[in-house]
């Protein structure tokens, strides 16, 4: 398995959730890594990536809410999010891919979704 997301659950308004995605050594250290998230009816949409460098990118819906680092001892990529709301409700999936893209075709490699639910 290359990629494998966990985290997922039941909170309320205004609670926080920590994903993680465990990556395979090689796709952490080479790869771009994002999440992507997708509601019930809806497209799967870009929340954030980060490079191997530790660059980060975030849409912005979620900017100033959502936080993703890197966990090099753990070849993980953990995304902090805070402050939720209903409209976070998606499944997430991690992905991984070549390019620091916000585009869900231009990523290799995905993991299983992690449900998120967020009650109001």
């Known amino acids: 398995v290359q990629l494998q997301a966990s985290g997922g659950g039941l909170v309320q308004a205004g609670d926080s959730l920590r994903l993680s995605c465990a990556a395979s050594r090689r796709i952490f250290s080479s790869y771009v890594i994002g999440w992507f998230r997708q509601a019930p009816g809806k497209e799967r949409e870009f929340v954030s990536c980060i490079k191997w460098n530790g660059s980060t990118y975030y849409d912005d819906s979620v900017k100033g809410r959502f936080t993703i680092s890197r966990n090099n001892a753990n070849s993980a990529v953990v995304l902090q999010m805070n402050s939720l709301n209903p409209e976070d409700t998606a499944v997430y999936y991690c992905?991984?891919?070549?390019?620091?893209?916000?585009?869900?075709?231009?990523?290799?490699?995905w993991g299983q979704g992690t449900e998120v639910t967020v009650s109001s």
């Open positions: 992905a991984a891919g070549p390019d620091f893209r916000t585009i869900a075709s231009r990523y290799r490699w």
